[in-house]
């Protein structure tokens, strides 16, 4: 079991930036590899970043170039700075951890925090 807690969401202007936190209950090291999701209004669930035991990172591509993910497994927190914000980042941002063992997928999600991007 893995709880996820998310914080640094909140409403930031065109071009602005944040810096999303995910604290996790357990060891990050022990987690195979941890990741950001979002979900706007009606629209599916989307990968953001992932970052995976070993510090591999893969982003979306309308995020290349100006989201970050990392990890400080001493606080057993992964990041998402976010910057140059476009208005199309409006959404709630999910954290998630996989945890893999016996080659089953275990997935865990923290609660969503909302990110408005607007004038």
């Known amino acids: 079991q893995v709880q996820l807690v998310e914080s640094g969401g909140g409403l930031v202007q065109p071009g602005g930036s944040l810096r999303l936190s995910c604290a996790a209950s357990?060891?990050?090291?022990?987690?195979?590899?941890m990741g950001w999701y979002r979900q706007a209004p009606g629209k599916p669930r989307e990968l953001v970043a992932t970052i995976t035991s070993s510090n591999n990172t893969n982003y979306a591509d309308f995020v290349k170039g100006r989201f970050t993910i990392s990890r400080d497994n001493a606080k057993n927190t992964v990041y998402l700075q976010m910057n140059n914000l476009k208005t199309e980042d409006t959404a709630v941002y999910s954290c998630?951890?996989?945890?893999?063992?016996?080659?089953?997928?275990?997935?865990?999600w923290g609660q969503g925090t909302q990110v408005t991007v607007s004038s």
């Open positions: 357990r060891v990050i090291f022990s987690i195979n590899a």
């Open positions: 998630n951890a996989r945890v893999t063992s016996l080659a089953v997928h275990y997935d865990y």
